[in-house]
């Protein structure tokens, strides 16, 4: 365990459903970051939030929806996805720009039908 | 934006060999790690590294900031080493928390 807990390890949902994905992090990081990884492509940053606030969307669309309640928690709520959504979601997290780096979660196989 | 270009994109190694994978980057950075993803998807930070040599056992890293590139070297290379390697990079954004720019990674084989 790399002290980032992602849930569910693997996801399956139709093009109708709403479903979330939830990241956890005990190692007292104060930024968030949710990560897509699709086939063949590199990681692609989706959303970052700083002391909880979001600080970036990279023109993600609509129908993936951030949530960050605290430091420690951070959810993607997902609806009405398309099947090219398909992809590994990867969690991170980051002590500011100290020096420590990022640590990632072992990330949701998703898999829309 | 930053570019990041690793190569070789697929390296296969026999169980023993030793390896140099390269990240080439584009412009100044704050930040680069090298990670390794297992085959279950799960990637583990193996060096945070904006300049300088790190050592960690069989591996090791090199990053030339001035001339913009990086180095990860895996010595008597096993099995377990298989996976992807990847590059990444972080920029400012606005005075505030930055953002990690991936390469599209090394594709590493050992066989036995």
């Known amino acids: 365990e790399t002290g980032v807990t992602q849930t569910p390890r693997h996801l399956v949902m139709g093009m109708t459903n709403k479903k979330s994905l939830k990241c956890e992090q005990h190692l007292g990081h104060n930024a968030m970051y949710w990560y897509k990884q699709s086939a063949k492509k590199p990681l692609e940053l989706m959303f970052v939030y700083s002391l909880e606030e979001r600080v970036e969307n990279n023109s993600v669309p609509s129908r993936f929806s951030p949530e960050c309640p605290n430091s420690s928690h951070l959810f993607l709520h997902l609806h009405t996805l398309q099947p090219e959504d398909s992809a590994l979601y990867l969690c991170a997290s980051s002590q500011g720009t100290d020096g420590y780096g990022y640590t990632f979660g072992s990330g949701t196989r998703l898999t829309v039908v | ?112």
Do not use: M
């Not at chain 2, 990041?4 to 060999?17: F, K, N, R, T, Y």
């Not at chain 2, 990240?23 to 930040?31: G, R, T």
């Not at chain 2, 300049?51 to 096993?78: D, F």
């Open chain 2, 1 to 112: 934006g930053i570019q990041v270009e690793q190569s070789p994109p697929d390296l296969i190694l026999q169980e023993g060999a030793n390896s140099t994978l390269r990240c080439n980057f584009s412009d100044s950075v704050n930040n680069l790690q090298w990670f390794h993803q297992n085959p279950w998807g799960q990637l583990i930070n193996l060096f945070y590294i904006p300049s300088g040599t790190k050592q960690n056992g069989r591996l090791s890293a090199t990053t030339v900031a001035t001339e913009r590139y990086s180095l990860l070297y895996i010595s008597s290379s096993q099995t377990t080493d298989s996976g992807v390697y990847f590059c990444a990079v972080e920029r400012n954004y606005g005075g505030s928390q930055g953002n990690l720019i991936f390469g599209k990674g090394t594709k590493l084989s050992v066989k036995p």
